[in-house]
């Protein structure tokens, strides 16, 4: 079965560090999320990107993040300078376009998230 | 925008009891609601969804209820199994919209 893969697993960086994370959608998949996941706390929405453009963000979303699909396969979250507060399990998804009665339904597939911890 | 509270956050059944989770929803354009698993150490996988145009849908030993007018719904798991242990989420979306997730309900199945 189609996957979305992530990676890293698990990243450990210091405050003010760049960290990247990435993602690689299931293959005939055109839109693709982030959310995070605070330890214990719900899932939240960050962006959605769709025709190589941010199509929603949140207001979690600010200046220090930013998302790219760099070739046609992967798909970054960019923190510029981490904060404390951006350790979470960060969840990259995506989705296909559905058609008929189904169409504008967000059916997501979750990879198994990439979990950082600001230090 | 869309706020979705779910409960409760903890649910202990023993094997074979069924177990139910309910979730509310504010925005009343809202029209898709999945219901995800969470296993430890592992990403939501959607486990059933139900539209609008629908108000109860089942597969296998879950169903899931949608009341539009009271604006909520519910998940439903029957004979449950220690395998169904896991943190389940429910999440509403608009058409074409981003998904709003509730907080969760961890559920623990006693053999």
């Known amino acids: 079965e189609p996957e979305v893969t992530q990676t890293p697993s698990h990243q450990v960086t210091q405050m003010g560090q760049e960290v990247i994370l990435r993602c690689v959608p299931i293959?005939?998949?055109?839109?693709f999320y982030w959310y995070r996941q605070i330890l214990g706390q719900k899932v939240e929405f960050l962006v959605s990107?769709?025709?190589?453009?941010?199509?929603?963000k949140s207001e979690i979303f600010d200046d220090q993040f930013s998302v790219e699909r760099p070739d046609g396969s992967n798909f970054t979250l960019k923190i510029r300078s981490t904060k404390l507060e951006d350790s979470a399990m960060y969840f990259c998804?995506?989705?296909?376009?559905?058609?008929?009665?189904?169409?504008?339904?967000?059916?997501?597939?979750f990879g198994a998230g990439s979990r950082l911890t600001v230090l | 925008g869309e706020n979705v509270e779910q409960h409760p956050s903890t649910l202990s059944v023993q094997e074979g009891d069924s177990a139910v989770i309910k979730c509310t929803y504010s925005?009343?354009?809202?029209?898709?609601f999945p219901w995800y698993k969470q296993e430890l150490g592992k990403g939501p996988q959607l486990i059933i969804d139900?539209?609008?145009?629908?108000g109860e849908k089942k597969d296998q030993r879950i169903a899931v209820t949608l009341n539009k007018t009271a604006k909520h719904f519910s998940l439903h798991i029957t004979e449950t199994q220690p395998e169904d242990s896991a943190v389940y989420f429910c999440?509403?979306?608009?058409?074409?919209?981003?998904?709003?997730f509730g907080k969760g309900t961890m559920l623990l199945v006693s053999p």
């Open positions: 998804a995506s989705s296909e376009p559905l058609t008929g009665t189904n169409s504008g339904a967000n059916v997501l597939t």
């Open positions: 293959s005939n998949h055109l839109y």
């Open positions: 990107f769709y025709n190589n453009e941010i199509s929603e």
């Open positions: 925005d009343s354009a809202s029209n898709y």
């Open positions: 139900i539209r609008s145009n629908v």
């Open positions: 999440a509403a979306s608009r058409r074409y919209s981003t998904l709003t």
